[in-house]
């Protein structure tokens, strides 16, 4: 199993940066991939970012491309999000979530192949 813990969300101005953490516990995380999704209200969870369980692959979601980086720390059992120039449309509850594998083109995305989950951390991005 992995347990799963996000850090790092705040209030920030548009134009800001965050960094969030994603620390794990021992397990199974360093052969995972994971992913960052969000989700804001009223709206369905999305995709975000995502990395190869060795950090060699990522993916982004279109509209974070050149503005968020993805990235990983299997010493210390920790994924990075780091969000730069945030819109207020980034506004939502981030949260990661670990797969043993993807399977399919696009199985990155889906909420459904993930089998773990953190609690969330809260993005506000103010205008």
């Known amino acids: 199993q992995v347990q799963l813990v996000e850090s790092g969300g705040g209030l920030v101005q548009a134009g800001g940066s965050l960094r969030l953490s994603c620390a794990a516990s021992?397990?199974?995380?360093?052969?995972?991939?994971i992913g960052w999704f969000r989700q804001a209200p009223g709206k369905e969870r999305e995709f975000v970012a995502g990395?190869?369980?060795?950090?060699?692959?990522?993916y982004y979601l279109d509209s974070v491309k050149g503005r968020f980086v993805i990235s990983r720390d299997n010493g210390e059992n920790t994924v990075y999000l780091q969000m730069n120039s945030l819109k207020p449309e980034d506004t939502a509850i981030y949260y990661c979530?670990?797969?043993?594998?993807?399977?399919?083109?696009?199985?990155?995305?889906?909420?459904?192949?993930?089998?773990?989950w953190g609690q969330g951390t809260q993005v506000t991005v103010s205008s």
């Open positions: 979530a670990a797969a043993s594998t993807w399977r399919g083109r696009y199985s990155y995305r889906l909420p459904d192949t993930y089998n773990y």
């Open positions: 021992e397990g199974t995380f360093t052969t995972s991939h």
């Open positions: 990395v190869t369980w060795s950090g060699s692959i990522t």
